[in-house]
C-alpha cells in the first residue's frame, strides 16, 4: 500500500509539473493565445482589404464600361472640364493684413 501511494504522489508532482510548464512556458498556453489574438487581427483585416479590392474591382469594370465614369473622374480627380462646358473659379475676397 505504501509504493502505490509513493506512485500517485510522483505522477501528481509531475502533472503538476507538466501543468506549470503548460502555462508558465513561453511556448505554452500564453503563446498560444496570442497567435490566435494575430490571427483575429489578421482575419479582420483581410476582410477589410477585401472590401476595399471589391470596390475597386467595380471602379475599375465602371472605368473600362462606362463613358460617364470616365469623364466624371476626369473632372474630380484631374479638373477637366467638357468641351460645351463652362468652367467658373470662385475666388474669395482677400482680408486685410491687420485683421
Same mark, same amino acid.
Request: proline fraction near 3%; charged fraction near 30%; avoid cysteine.
Given at each position: 500500500m505504501?509504493?502505490? @501511494? ?5 505522477l ?8 506549470g ?6 511556448d505554452?498556453?500564453? +503563446?498560444? @493565445?496570442e497567435?490566435?489574438?494575430a490571427v ?9 482589404l477585401?472590401a476595399r479590392n471589391s470596390?475597386l474591382?467595380a471602379?475599375?469594370?465602371?472605368? +473600362?464600361?462606362g463613358r460617364?465614369a470616365?469623364?466624371? @473622374? ?5 479638373g ?11 475666388? /474669395? /475676397?482677400?482680408? /486685410?493684413?491687420?485683421?
Amino acid at each position: 500500500m505504501g509504493s502505490s @501511494r509513493w506512485i500517485s504522489l510522483a505522477l501528481a508532482i509531475v502533472g503538476i509539473a507538466l501543468q506549470g510548464e503548460l502555462w508558465l512556458a513561453d511556448d505554452g498556453f500564453r +503563446k498560444t @493565445r496570442e497567435l490566435r489574438r494575430a490571427v483575429d487581427e489578421q482575419q479582420l483585416q483581410n476582410e477589410e482589404l477585401r472590401a476595399r479590392n471589391s470596390a475597386l474591382d467595380a471602379e475599375v469594370l465602371n472605368l +473600362k464600361h462606362g463613358r460617364e465614369a470616365a469623364e466624371e @473622374r476626369a473632372r474630380t480627380d484631374l479638373g477637366m472640364i467638357g468641351a460645351d462646358e463652362t468652367f467658373y473659379q470662385v475666388v /474669395p /475676397p482677400e482680408r /486685410p493684413v491687420g485683421d
